[in-house]
């Protein structure tokens, strides 16, 4: 498989290989919001007691899929506004929420195959899986043309693959076999780093033998292991049907839940960036309190946080409470308030930069402590080239910036803007400051609103046109 673009961002502040236990939670703030899903369904009462693995609250728009409640407590629906708060939060015995004469009627309904699609979704599993052309939840009871595995997550800062893995290789390979289970004869592409590496002899020895399972190696290079990035790069076209991708987490908890039938409720996330006292990994639950993660582990008083990495994730505003199911690390930088005094004339020694313009090119490859600094002004594009060159996707990212500075939509669209799979390398590497990450996904959004009202003006039509046949006759 051949790749372009791409780049290894070197930064001090990465998580290191331990899983460190947060204590166990007395408060629980579960947001009903997060990137992909909107729980709107509340389907519990304000003061009712929950057991661990009980339904808090579904998505109607994303296959009913659920919230679950990460442990035993007392439900508030009031407390925090777009959470449900956990009070006098308990660990006890897990109660995995599947009735028996459900799973019969699912049985019934839909064979084994069926039931074992209700499981990933109703045990919290169904949501580590995304389509890898859209990124989207896919249908559970659709059938993929392939399915794609990721152990890479290249992005600094968020949880590697090769930590959720830690011995738990066994449930890793068994949650592989439980995957062939929902297919005929599609396809496994299971996508590792390096070969030489130990823990890509381990998996190997793993699921030698398992014909259907085929492996990739590709390098640990930003963003290789992303889903979009991977389906093309092996041919798989949209046309031939969804695609399934999963990481390292999706697959342990598809075993989780259809070999022991335990909702998955529990998350290895990373805590890194150059404001944390020791860049690691924990293991925590959906809802567990920002607060306490930053009190034991952000020295830097005035810090930004952001959900997931330094590329892609958001910022957490201070009303952020709790964890939200799809977080997958907390990165922490310390925040540039004051602009660098003759920061321009500097050297830069201590600097790294896609553009080699500084004197540390001349140093061997370093970690670089990062700040939100922007190290100097937003500027027009000098026509510099570099977004193209370390864009995946093989566009001209700032082609599309000059379309959408003319509002030209019709041509960012021309140019392919539906390509970009958001990586965000492109803004990380421009010497002008353009968020060219931001404004390629704003325009994606507003060709695809525009489409979606064309679709729904011809449904329109279509309707208007019949009733006035059947008048007619
Ligand atoms: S245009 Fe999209 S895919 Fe290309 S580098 Fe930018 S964010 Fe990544
Ligand atoms: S990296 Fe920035 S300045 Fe360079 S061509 Fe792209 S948009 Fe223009």
Known sequence: MKFRGGYNVLLKGRPDSAIKVMPEPKVLYLPLHSKRFTFSDICVKDGQAV??????????????????????????LKAV?????????????????????????????TGVAGIKRYKLLSLGAWQFFHDAFTAALPDPLGTPQAIIVSTVSSEPFVARGDV????????????????????????????????????????????????????????????????????RRLGLKRSGGPVWAVGTEGVLAADRALTHTKSCTVKIISIGGTGVNLPTHLKVMPGYPIQAIKDKY??????????????????????????????????????????????????????DCYAKCFLSSM??????RLTTGLRGEP???????????????GIMPY??????????????????????????????????????RKQLIDAKGLIEKEKEEIRQEQLRREEARKQSEEKTE
């Open 164 to 231: 959720q893995l830690h011995r738990r290789l066994l449930n890793f390979t068994r949650g592989l076999e439980q995957l062939q289970s929902l297919l005929e004869y599609q396809p496994i592409y299971l996508a590792m780093p390096n070969i030489t590496s130990e823990f890509a002899n381990l998996i190997r020895n793993q699921i030698r033998g398992y014909a259907w399972v085929k492996m990739l190696e590709i390098p640990l290079t930003y963003p290789y292991g992303h889903f979009a990035i991977l389906a």
């Open 363 to 368: 140093r061997k490859p370093f970690a670089e």
């Open 81 to 109: 506004k777009n959470y449900i708060v956990l009070e006098d939060v308990a660990r006890l015995e897990e109660h995995a929420d599947i009735a028996k004469e459900k799973i019969l009627h699912t049985e019934r309904e």
């Open 51 to 76: 057991n661990g693995g009980d339904v808090l609250a579904k998505d109607p728009d994303n296959y009913a899929i659920p919230l679950l409640a990460p442990r035993t407590g007392t439900v508030r």
């Open 399 to 436: 082609l599309i910036h000059k379309y959408l500075y003319a509002d030209l939509i019709e041509e960012a669209e021309q140019a392919r803007v539906d390509l970009c799979v958001e990586c965000g390398l492109c803004s990380y590497v421009c010497p002008s400051k353009i968020d060219l």
């Open 298 to 351: 952000v020295f830097e008083p005035a810090a930004r946080v952001i959900s997931g990495g330094i590329l892609t994730g958001d910022v957490l505003t201070e009303e952020a409470l709790g964890i939200d199911t799809e977080c997958r690390g907390i990165t922490v930088l310390p925040e540039m308030e004051e602009r660098e005094f003759l920061g321009f004339i500097r050297p830069g020694w201590d600097r």
């Open 379 to 393: 500027r027009p594009c000098i026509s510099c080239n570099f977004c193209e060159e370390i864009c995946p996707a």
